[in-house]
């Protein structure tokens, strides 16, 4: 049972540090305004000479192996309503991490998206 | 337009197409890997010959397609806007898949399924009334 609970661990904690990573990377290179393929290839070109992207993508891998191997030992309906914690705690990181400014319009809403998502999988 | 109603009017555009990308390859994705007989998690060998029977399977390439439309549109989205808006925001993909199953593949939806669908798009409208930007350009 440690080795689900650490797992789970893994999986919201690797997933929600890896995409403030690729956030940050994309925050790096700045607000996206051409929208032309060939700018959007160039917004990319720039998007992975950033550190914060490989860093992010590894992350994000590492969760999502992690999944793959909690859901070869448990149902869906156990493990993607407690992932849905990402959204906390992405909002937590969002907040440390990333300066937003999270206000209590925001943390109702992430907080009824959780309890939606658990509700989905209940269902 | 203002800058600021330009700036809402692309990041609920990006969002849209995200939710709408997301839950169409989602879809896809799993209505292939089924079609081509699902991974066996039982060992890195039959995880191997599920992913290679997937990778022979139109829909998985359409999924897959689709799937990387989500994640550019992911990427764009996050060089102007909140993690902790976008990522909940599209959390509505959930009511979409929802919708999708229902309508086009006959699935039963329980009452307490549509009840989280509910309580999902009452989050996100909530999300939907803070600002989609609330930190300065990096650089």
Redesign the interface.
């Known amino acids: 049972m440690i080795r689900i609970w650490l797992l789970l661990g893994v999986v919201v904690l690797a997933g929600t540090a890896g ?2 990573a ?2 940050r990377a ?7 305004h051409h ?1 032309h393929p060939r700018a ?1 290839l160039r ?2 070109g720039r ?1 992975f000479r950033v550190g914060w992207m490989w860093l992010g993508l590894g992350l994000l891998a590492m969760a999502f192996f992690s999944l ?2 909690l ?2 030992w448990e149902n869906v309906s156990f493990v993607v309503p407690i992932t849905a914690l ?2 906390v705690v ?2 937590l990181m ?2 440390l991490f ?6 209590q ?2 943390w ?6 959780v ?9 | 337009m203002s800058i600021a109603q330009r700036l809402h009017l692309k990041t609920y555009v990006l969002i849209v197409l995200m939710v709408l990308f997301g839950a169409t390859g989602d879809v896809l994705l799993g209505k292939g890997m089924r079609e081509s007989g699902g991974i066996a998690l039982k060992s890195a060998g039959s995880i191997v010959d599920g992913l290679t029977r997937g990778f022979h399977n139109r829909l998985v390439w359409m999924g897959m397609g689709s799937l990387i439309v989500f994640f550019l549109c992911y990427l764009l989205v996050l060089s102007w806007a909140d993690y902790s808006f976008v990522s909940p925001a599209s959390a509505s993909s959930y009511g979409i898949v929802t919708l999708l199953g229902w309508m086009l593949l006959g699935e039963t939806v329980t009452s307490v399924r549509w009840l989280g669908v509910v309580v999902i798009c009452v989050g996100v409208l909530f999300i939907g009334h803070t600002p989609p930007r609330t930190t300065q350009e990096l650089e």
Do not use: D, P
């Not at chain 1, 309890?115 to 269902?123: I, R």
């Open positions: 995409e403030i690729v956030t994309m925050k790096r290179i700045g607000e996206v929208f959007l917004v990319l998007a793959l191997a859901l070869s990402s959204y992405g909002a969002a907040k990333l300066g937003e400014e999270v206000n319009m925001r109702m809403g992430v907080l009824l998206v309890l939606g998502v658990v509700l989905v999988c209940a269902g």
